[in-house]
């Protein structure tokens, strides 16, 4: 079931609970939280200031600042200005910000005093096109910043502006752009609506999980994916439930949280469910108000899904989604058994093939293939690359690139990517293959597995391996763990011990930063 009551202009939702629960919290973090009088308010003010200051029409404001209050208006003053937010990770260099701020071509930037110095570093440089910079918190101890380009938030929100909002209706134009993680190259703008993103929160986040006023969402998850931007920003103020923002994960913090305040809803990636696990030395989570955890951005081992079940009490329910598709594709349910390991089923509305990459058919019950993914979350396109675009939609369908196989029931599991196959002498190794049976070992703490190239066989599997807290590295046991669950052509020819895993926000694997550090092995014996 679809609710279509949600999938509706953001300007609208916004008073219809301003309205309806002017006092309720809707966003809150460290040091602040506002009400829904107080969102509606605030985001019609920055919207009239964005106007007056020449920012509108669909031009973009590129926020560089980490998780908080005005980083949730930010992405909702979208809509309400008639423009597009653009979300750069907080922590991106000078160079990665570079590229953000060109091919978004954006007037304005909303960023905070932690990162302002490397902004305007890059205005200063010479960068075409930023007249604006939104500096979020105040420090009485410290004058106004001296550039007439760089103005307070507070103020922005505080006074009246001389223009009323845009208040954009139409939900098909563009209103947010993402950046792809980057684990291949350089990251691509996604261009997406407010029809494709409240769509997610309609099929999904409120009929599913039941989303709604009186629940709150604790989120350390990172704003600048869509994952995060869908869930914890536009779900919970289309549904009048209340967000509560936090700027870091720690996993002390979150159980402390999770155990002593009123949280019903906590969403995270698998790796951030494997350290609460481990960071809670198996005492049981013992959640006051807790009813439902999320997992997606990442596969989720079957295993863990199990263990952290166990340990909490409650429902851990995983879902597969992107970027390109407004995150959400398919989704667990808490009513129906779930297979451990498996996504879910697709969305209400959603269409979805498995096709075989090598044939074109769609693939059997039981076999892998490619997943297709037609419905109106899918992105407008990539941002000024119209050949990347073609290069992915077929007939509105979005090739996602992502391998699963389908049971009877219609539970998907994924298996992988079709850029990380890894082709041993002809035979085909898939690299969450092996990395789940290694995260399945007590004394692996994380996994990731890369191709390195081979003389004889083109190319072989290599581990690179965290060790658990206080376990040693032992690459034999490794192996005769991975011969005892793998073809032997699966096993990797190398472990190597490394102190962590480079990974997105989301928890991908970014595996060409391992690449650049991997040998080639060793002869297969």
């Not at 809509?79 to 750069?88: K, L, S």
């Not at 923002?245 to 159980?255: D, H, M, T, V, Y």
């Not at 879902?319 to 808490?334: A, D, K, L, Q, R």
């Not at 190239?453 to 807290?469: K, N, R, T, W």
Request: net charge negative.
């Amino acid at each position: 079931m679809i609710h279509t009551d949600v999938i509706a202009p953001v300007p609208a939702l916004l008073k219809q609970h301003a309205a309806l629960r002017p006092n309720d919290i809707a966003f809150m973090d460290e040091h602040k939280s506002i009400s829904y009088e107080d969102l509606e308010l605030r985001t019609s003010r920055l919207a009239g200031h964005l106007a007056e200051a020449g920012v509108t029409d669909g031009e973009r404001l590129v926020m560089y600042l980490d998780n908080c209050v005005e980083a949730a208006e930010g992405y909702l003053v979208a809509p309400r200005a008639g423009i597009v937010t653009v979300c750069a990770d907080p922590k991106a260099s000078a160079d990665e910000l570079r590229h953000i701020l060109t091919d978004s071509a954006s007037r304005a930037v909303l960023t905070d005093r932690e990162h302002l110095d490397t902004v305007m570093t890059l205005v200063d440089s010479g960068l075409q096109g930023v007249q604006l910079v939104i500096l979020v918190g105040q420090d009485d101890d410290k004058p106004p910043h001296p550039d007439s380009r760089v103005v307070s938030y507070d103020d922005l929100v505080a006074i009246p502006p001389l223009r009323s909002p845009a208040d954009a209706t139409d939900l098909d134009t563009w209103c947010w752009m993402l950046y792809t993680s980057g684990t291949t190259g350089r990251p691509k703008g996604v261009r997406l609506t407010q029809r494709g993103c409240l769509w997610v929160v309609g099929a999904c986040w409120k009929p599913i999980i039941g989303l709604g006023p009186g629940d709150v969402l604790l989120s350390a998850l990172p704003l600048f994916h869509s994952y995060t931007l869908v869930l914890c920003v536009l779900a919970v103020s289309a549904t009048g439930a209340t967000g509560h923002l936090l700027a870091k994960f720690s996993p002390r913090e979150i159980l402390e949280r999770l155990r002593t305040e009123r949280v019903t809803v906590f969403p995270g990636v698998p790796t951030m469910f494997r350290y609460l696990l481990d960071t809670a030395d198996q005492s049981a989570l013992a959640a006051r108000d807790l009813r439902v955890c999320i997992s997606a951005g990442a596969v989720m081992p079957g295993h863990l899904n199990r263990d952290f079940e166990q340990f909490a009490g409650l429902p851990l329910l995983d879902g597969y989604g992107i970027t390109e598709t407004s995150t959400m594709v398919t989704m667990n349910s808490p009513l129906t058994a779930r297979p451990l390991g498996s996504c879910g089923v697709p969305l209400p509305g959603l269409t979805v093939r498995l096709v075989d990459p090598v044939t074109g058919k769609d693939a059997p019950i039981g076999e892998e293939g490619e997943i297709w993914v037609q419905g109106p979350n899918v992105m407008v396109g990539y941002h000024n690359l119209p050949e990347a675009t073609s290069n992915v939609m077929r007939d509105g369908w979005y090739r996602t690139g992502d391998l699963a196989r389908r049971d009877a029931n219609g539970y998907l599991t994924i298996s992988g990517r079709i850029k990380e196959l890894i082709i041993r002498g002809g035979e085909n190794i898939y690299p969450a293959e092996i990395e789940n049976v290694l995260a399945a070992i007590d004394s692996v703490a994380d996994a990731a597995v890369v191709a390195a190239p081979h003389d004889g066989l083109g190319e072989v599997p290599i581990a690179f391996v965290v060790p658990a807290a206080g376990c040693a590295f032992d690459p034999d046991a490794l192996r005769s763990a991975c011969l005892r669950a793998l073809a032997k052509y699966k096993v990797p020819v190398d472990f190597v011990e490394v102190t962590t895993i480079p990974r997105t926000g989301s928890g991908k694997v970014r595996r060409h930063l391992l690449k650049r550090t991997g040998t080639a092995g060793t002869e297969p014996k």
